[in-house]
Nanobody, 128 residues
Framework: QVQLVETGGGLVQAGGSLRLSCAASGRTFTTGAMGWFRQVPGQEREFVAAITWSGTTTFYADSVKGRFIISRENVENTVFLQMSTLNPEDTALYYC?????????????????????WGRGVAVTVSS
């Protein structure tokens, strides 16, 4: 059974940094990607970043480009989201997810309905 467990959330002041981790267990993934999404109550789940399991390709939402970095640790099947220069608009519940399908071209890994497995989420709160 696939499990995704997010850690690293918390409360931080605006301008600060946090690093989220997502550990995947139950299977070894060789295709597709792991992504991070976030959701504010009452709003739709929003794409944040994704990285292919090969680790060679990354994707970012425009709102986090230059501030967030996604990376992966192959041996431990873990993906990280380093978040810097955080602002109150980044406050949300952050989820990691796995899409097992490879994607080519533009618009890859941004649609949450295409992801097959989800973690329970971790809260990030940025105070002003």
């Amino acid at each position: 059974q696939v499990q995704l467990v997010e850690t690293g959330g918390g409360l931080v002041q605006a301008g600060g940094s946090l690093r989220l981790s997502c550990a995947a267990s139950g299977r070894t993934f060789t295709t597709g990607a792991m992504g991070w999404f976030r959701q504010v109550p009452g709003q739709e789940r929003e794409f944040v970043a994704a990285i292919t399991w090969s680790g060679t390709t990354t994707f970012y939402a425009d709102s986090v480009k230059g501030r967030f970095i996604i990376s992966r640790e192959n041996v431990e099947n873990t993906v990280f989201l380093q978040m810097s220069t955080l602002n109150p608009e980044d406050t949300a519940l952050y989820y990691c997810a796995v899409d097992e399908n490879d994607c080519q071209g533009s618009g890859c890994y941004v649609d949450p309905t295409e992801f097959h497995y989800w973690g329970r989420g971790v809260a990030v709160t940025v105070s002003s």
